[in-house]
């Protein structure tokens, strides 16, 4: 693998966590403990992804993503000890990708490290199809198939199933949902999702109250689950 990933955290023992993990999987990382070292880095070295604290010692880690996200769509992962839902919804509504709480998992980091830099590279191509799974998005035909059938879909069901497959294994925010599918000015409508999200489990769910696809994550929104080992 090729992929550069820089860590900014301030946490020595968690960077080196970080940076042994990294090695042992064959990604090149740099690192660096606050957000003025970070911005220069980013800017000289061009990595593929970024691991971002949000408690460094020169400022709030959200600040640093905001700075990316006005000049870069690079992956951006928190991981961060700050558990409380607001602090979790603002990181990824202001760009982060992805939000793993301390102490975390290495392998749970790793394999959504690895979903973000796929779904970075898919995008970075004019794609025409996307599958997951059992289910299969036509862009230019604006068609979804679930095993092999069309899937009858009203337009607001299908923007919400094409939105998720084209944000597979990626934490959503209730806000970014609406705002995407719906328009701006729709952020509050929680029950105009909740009514869609109940009405395409029926339709791709083999048993829509243990959804296997569309997860709730709870108090945040939902993320689409598609593995196709």
Not at 33 to 59: C, R, W, Y
Not at 160 to 181: A, P
């Amino acid at each position: 693998m090729n992929e550069l990933i820089q860590i900014i955290e301030d946490d020595i023992s968690v960077k080196k966590l970080l940076e042994i993990a990294l090695k042992e999987y064959k990604f090149r990382s740099i690192s660096c403990e606050n957000k003025k070292s970070a911005m220069m880095l980013f800017l000289t070295h061009n990595p593929s992804l970024l691991i971002v604290d949000l408690g460094l010692p020169d400022g709030d880690g959200k600040e640093f993503i905001k700075q990316i996200r006005e000049i870069s769509k690079i992956p951006i992962i928190v991981v961060s000890a700050r558990h409380d839902e607001k602090e979790i919804i603002d990181a990824l509504d202001i760009g982060a990708d992805d939000y793993i709480t301390k102490p975390f998992s290495i392998n749970e980091l790793l394999a959504r490290l690895r979903v973000a830099l796929r779904r970075n590279t898919h995008d970075e191509k004019i794609l025409d199809k996307i599958i997951c799974t059992d289910i299969e998005l036509n862009i230019a035909s604006r068609d979804i198939f679930f095993k092999a059938e069309k899937l009858k879909l009203t337009p607001i069901e299908y923007e919400l199933l094409k939105y998720f497959l084209l944000n597979t294994n990626k934490t959503l925010t209730h806000k970014q949902i609406l705002k995407e599918v719906w328009g701006i000015g729709y952020q509050n409508e929680m029950q105009y999702l909740r009514t869609y999200v109940n009405t395409l489990r029926k339709k791709i769910e083999e048993n829509s109250t243990r959804p296997t696809y569309i997860k709730t994550e709870s108090g945040i929104g939902y993320r689409f689950s598609c593995h196709k080992d």
